[in-house]
């Protein structure tokens, strides 16, 4: 659910065990600006992560984190091109801690937008827009 806990869990030896990393609002209230804190927000999370331990998870709800540390701190990127409940990132690719691109659609403005990072997340260029043409009887 939108609001519910989600934990990243990492394995080293093929899936035999995991080791939980971090977890979300364990009491059901997020703040997220815990250490290490995943925000409780957002549903259908994914995730991108890179094998030096720096990744991208996002959400349908318009939150951005990234870590560089295998998954234990977690830290808010992308705030300028994703807001909460006003538009969503749909995919990312994630090429190192500096470089990354993430596609948004906004549903107010019926678009989606391509935009990339060449600082981990810090400012954002957009690539190229594509809005949604609506055809009358469709």
């Known amino acids: ?82 807001s909460m409940d006003l538009n969503c990132p749909l995919a990312a690719w994630v090429v190192s801690d500096k470089v990354g691109e993430l596609l948004v659609w906004t549903p107010d403005s019926q678009d989606f937008d391509l935009y990339d990072t060449t600082n981990g997340g810090t400012s954002w260029h957009l690539i190229r827009s594509w809005p949604v043409l609506h055809r009358a009887g469709l």
């Open 1 to 82: 659910g939108q609001m519910s806990a989600k934990a990243f869990f990492e394995t080293t030896n093929g899936g035999s065990s995991w080791d939980l990393r971090a977890e979300t609002c364990p009491t059901g209230i997020s703040h997220g600006n815990e250490p290490g804190a995943l925000l409780c927000a957002g549903y259908s999370p994914a995730l991108r992560m890179l094998p030096d331990g720096y990744g991208w998870l996002w959400s349908e709800t318009g939150t951005l984190q990234s870590t560089s540390d295998g998954g234990r701190q977690w830290r808010a990127i992308g705030t300028k091109v994703v």
